[in-house]
């Protein structure tokens, strides 16, 4: 699992590979993400858009960037927790994804950032 706290928001993100999505033998290759984004904060915050940075396994990068996750804008309370899966396809048996949420303070009024651990995306070949 990998894991980081920025700003009171704890995100961990566990992944795995989906071979039953993917086709080998045309370079795509498809990876499940598993997201849980917790409030450590006292106050009530709200998820309003993810940016993440897709590396391939050949340094090409991809950027992503859309309101919310999964079509929803999450409200979290105190210790609240919201998970969701995603996927992404890759031209390569390895890659990684990074980013961050842009989340919205409802009890100050303010925006800020919280940062998505980096999480390595890897085909079961080359798993330990």
């Known amino acids: 699992m990998f894991s980081k706290t920025t700003h009171g928001i704890k995100i961990n993100v566990e992944t795995s590979f989906l071979p039953e999505k993917s086709n080998p033998d045309h370079n795509y290759y498809v990876y499940a993400y ?4 917790e409030n450590t ?3 009530k915050v709200q998820l309003l858009s993810r940016h993440w940075i897709i590396t ?5 990068k991809h950027e ?3 309101e919310g996750v999964i079509g929803e804008q999450p409200i979290l309370k105190h210790q609240e927790k919201h998970a969701y899966q995603s996927w992404s396809p890759l031209p390569t048996k390895m890659g990684k994804m990074e980013g961050s949420y842009l989340m919205y303070n409802l009890d100050t009024n303010k925006k800020f950032e919280v940062q ?12 330990n």
Do not use: Q
């Open 34 to 37: 598993y997201v849980t984004i």
């Open 41 to 43: 904060l006292k106050d």
């Open 56 to 60: 391939d396994g050949m340094g090409n």
């Open 64 to 66: 992503v960037k859309g």
């Open 116 to 127: 998505i651990p980096a999480f390595i995306l890897v085909h079961h070949e080359l798993e």
